[in-house]
């Protein structure tokens, strides 16, 4: 079992920026390749980036590129998202999920965070 909680969330103006962390517990966090999803009210869970166990690869949906960056501290157990340039389309539920193998589809991922809601005001 994996354990994984989500903080950082909040309200920030349009362009403004956020920091995710997602801290693991439970089984060896450093073996678990790390993703992060959003899901907005009325549409499905969507895929936003992925980092390899190692961290040695990162990757990005077309729609986060260049504005959002993954990154992951074994030592602490954590994967963050730092989001720059945020766009009222970001607004959403985001949620860090671990996997065995890096990944984009929601199905490929085995456990979940219980998510913090992201809001965007223009």
């Known amino acids: 079992q994996v354990q994984l909680v989500e903080s950082g969330g909040g309200l920030v103006q349009t362009g403004g920026s956020l920091r995710l962390s997602c801290a693991a517990s439970?089984?060896?966090?450093?073996?678990?390749?790390m993703g992060w999803f959003r899901q907005a009210p009325g549409k499905e869970r969507e895929f936003v980036a992925a980092?390899?166990?190692?961290?040695?690869?990162?990757y990005y949906a077309d729609s986060v590129k260049g504005r959002f960056t993954i990154s992951r501290d074994n030592a602490k157990n954590t994967v963050y998202l730092q989001m720059n340039s945020l766009k009222a389309e970001d607004t959403a539920v985001y949620y860090c999920?671990?996997?065995?193998?890096?990944?984009?589809?929601?199905?490929?991922?085995?456990?979940w965070g219980q998510g913090t809601q992201v809001t965007v005001s223009s």
């Open positions: 999920a671990a996997a065995p193998r890096v990944a984009s589809k929601v199905y490929e991922y085995d456990y």
């Open positions: 439970g089984r060896t966090f450093s073996s678990y390749a």
């Open positions: 980092i390899r166990w190692s961290g040695s690869s990162t």
